[in-house]
């Protein structure tokens, strides 16, 4: 069965830390690189940070010194660590595969949201 369940999300000052934490199937977790992505209202989803079964990391220039994304390949999770959190970082995330197709089952999502 396929299963995404992402968690941790909140509501935060700018400047605060949040992290986050995706359960996934093994299905979609083993052997595939995994990525955290967003989409804030009216925007399309975008790739914030993705993950190689190995650890090699890639982030979005928005991101980048600000989030660190992991892995634990013995538990089918991925985390998010989010840190100097910018109104702008406000979104729904979701983890999935990277690259994710057109065709792929999407998790709920965890909202975060930065404001004063």
């Known amino acids: 069965q396929v299963q995404l369940v992402e968690s941790g999300g909140g509501l935060v000052q700018p400047g605060g830390s949040l992290r986050l934490s995706c359960a996934a199937s093994g299905s979609i977790f083993s052997s595939n690189a995994m990525g955290w992505y967003r989409q804030a209202p009216g925007k399309e989803r975008e790739l914030v940070a993705r993950?190689?079964?190995?650890?090699?990391?890639t982030y979005a220039d928005s991101v980048k010194g600000r989030f660190t994304i992991s892995r634990d390949n013995a538990k089918n999770t991925v985390y998010l660590q989010m840190n100097s959190l910018k109104l702008e970082d406000t979104a729904v995330y979701y983890c999935?595969?990277?690259?994710?197709?057109?065709?792929?089952?999407w998790g709920q999502g965890t909202q975060v949201t930065v404001s004063s």
């Open positions: 993950i190689t079964w190995g650890g090699v990391t």
């Open positions: 999935n595969r990277w690259p994710s197709y057109g065709w792929d089952y």
